[in-house]
């Protein structure tokens, strides 16, 4: 079973459920075109990394398994999942960004994400299930039965009507073909009539109600992904409808610290899942990033521990960090649209408390007696561990390496 499915359950049935969906969104292809998969670290003029670079690090951290989702484009699905098969077997489901409005059109020199964005969509369902335009009810299982589809509203009668109307369609042929779906709802990016910016908070929760409300059981998203508006507007939404399953995304790279805190603060006011894209393909190891996500978001570390830590790991690995220890603790905030026009100003620094946080700290301790699945040649199985099994061998991998 899926770790999302065996989550998305006891969110449901347990009001204080402690389940949190993680994800990787590697679906910058969708937005970001050659620049999607980064900067390439050994090449001092900024080259980006290719595409193959990118998909290696798909399947490493689909590996890894301590991820419950991992996001990609309908090519990348093609390759990964219906050729490859590297989720059979695997706790991680594969999803795919099933449209692909104009604000996240961000090629180099475009004015697209300026403008009120369009509904728009690339992606085709039954490419997504089987790589084909039409699937035969048995193939539909060979590939994504997961993905993601996005609005964003812009305070515009008609715009907003053709979000929706985009929505609805998408809906009606999702549900026929037995394809689920999360949903994710942008800040407006081009707001045509300005809302007070103390007010977005609400006008998000508001159209996230009202686009829901004549939505039945059947064809409703699994949960949502937005910008984090802020400890009340999640509160808001997370008390409103706690099936709603309300969920953040991670926006621009930031800080290590940005990162972690966000997911940390976004959690203590009721998010039960998050998406990180760029602050995972941008981390210097991407692997020890998620490991320390995962945590944070199980509740095993805080997010000032979690930071010294990485930086802790980075050491051991002999991976040169971005920024140094003192400058990553910074709290400096971050672009949460694909097009840059907007920045988090939702977590605050706490009254009474340096952004710079220089307490000592210590990784996780580790049970020593505690053993995991291991594969013929000696390396750990992952897709036979259980989550206990998986945190434990992490913590005792990490605990060796920070010494």
Not at 165 to 180: S, V
Not at 227 to 248: N, Q, R, S, T
Request: proline content about 7%; some cysteine.
């Amino acid at each position: 079973m899926k770790s999302l499915d065996e989550k998305l359950a006891d969110i449901h049935s347990n009001p204080n459920s402690n389940a949190f969906i993680l994800a990787d969104a590697k679906d910058a292809d969708m937005a970001f075109g050659i620049a999607a998969p980064g900067r390439s670290p050994e090449h001092a003029d900024g080259e980006f990394r290719s595409l193959a670079e990118y998909r290696d690090n798909i399947r490493r951290n689909v590996a890894q398994g301590l991820i419950d989702i991992m996001l990609m484009s309908v090519s990348s699905n093609e390759i990964l999942t219906i050729r490859e098969r590297i989720f059979d077997g695997s706790t991680v489901t594969p999803a795919i960004r099933a449209n692909d409005t104009t604000d996240i059109h961000v090629a180099r020199g475009a004015t697209y994400p300026q403008v009120p964005a369009r509904p728009f969509r690339t992606a085709v369902l039954d490419h997504a299930q089987c790589g084909q335009t039409s699937c035969d009810i048995s193939d539909r299982h060979l590939g994504a039965n997961l993905g993601l589809f996005s609005m964003t509203f812009n305070n515009d009668v008609e715009l907003d009507r053709a979000m929706l109307e985009a929505y609805k369609a998408f809906r009606i042929e999702a549900e026929q073909k037995g394809f689920r779906h999360f949903l994710e709802v942008f800040t407006p990016n081009a707001m045509v009539n300005p809302i007070p910016a103390e007010q977005l908070g609400g006008f998000l929760n508001d159209m996230i109600a009202r686009a829901l409300a004549g939505v039945p059981a059947s064809a409703r998203p699994l949960f949502l992904k937005i910008p984090y508006p802020g400890p009340a507007a999640m509160e808001e939404l997370a008390k409103y409808d706690p099936h709603l399953v309300p969920g953040i995304l991670g926006g621009s790279s930031g800080t290590t610290y940005d990162a972690f805190k966000l997911l940390a603060e976004a959690k203590a006011h009721g998010a039960k899942a998050a998406l990180f894209g760029r602050k995972i393909n941008n981390a210097e190891h991407q692997l020890s990033f998620i490991q320390f996500l995962r945590w944070i978001a199980d509740g095993q570390v805080g997010p000032e521990e979690a930071t010294k830590a990485y930086h802790g790991v980075l050491a051991g690995l002999g991976v040169k960090p971005h920024r140094p220890l003192e400058e990553d603790m910074q709290l400096t905030g971050g672009v949460t649209s694909y097009g840059g026009t907007d920045r988090t100003t939702s977590i605050p620094k706490t009254p009474g408390k340096p952004a710079v946080v220089n307490a000592p700290t210590a990784p996780p301790t580790v049970d020593t007696n505690v053993s995991w699945p291991t594969r013929p040649d000696g390396l750990p199985d992952f897709a036979k561990m259980t989550p206990q099994q998986r945190l434990d061998y992490h913590k005792d991998r990490l605990s060796r390496t920070i010494g």
